[in-house]
């Protein structure tokens, strides 16, 4: 993942809240962008995790689909990201952490938190 990725998720998913209203409607509709941004397409490719043979494999189908445009292959690609995401429940207890962390920055012990997430 470049480093611009990293700064842009970071910075839509710790975006400042509205600290001057504590209302509970701003919180939850600053929950909803959280979900709403984590749950997004565009970043399935930097959460999905791969075993050794599985990123050469990706690697090379995904060359091979951009390449000669072959929509089928690209379409089980795209299914294939999605359905690791979801193997073992780790972008769910990912994306619980970060709901967490938000609520209770100090809890973490600040931005030492965020270490897990930029693995």
Do not use: C
Request: avoid cysteine; charged fraction near 35%.
């Amino acid at each position: 993942m470049a480093k611009e990725d990293v700064g842009n998720v970071i910075d839509k998913i710790f975006a400042p809240t509205n600290q001057g209203h504590q209302d509970k409607v701003v919180e939850a509709e600053d929950v909803s962008k959280i979900i709403k941004e984590w749950l997004d397409p565009k970043h399935i490719d930097k959460k999905t995790r791969y075993t050794p043979r599985q990123v050469i494999a990706v690697t090379i189908l995904q060359s091979i689909a951009d390449t000669y445009d072959i929509k089928t292959l690209k379409r089980f690609l795209k299914e294939f990201k999605k359905g690791k995401l979801s193997e073992g429940g780790q972008s769910a207890s990912e994306l619980t952490d970060i709901l967490k962390f938000r609520s209770n920055p100090e809890k973490e012990g600040g931005l030492a938190g965020l270490a897990k997430f930029l693995e």
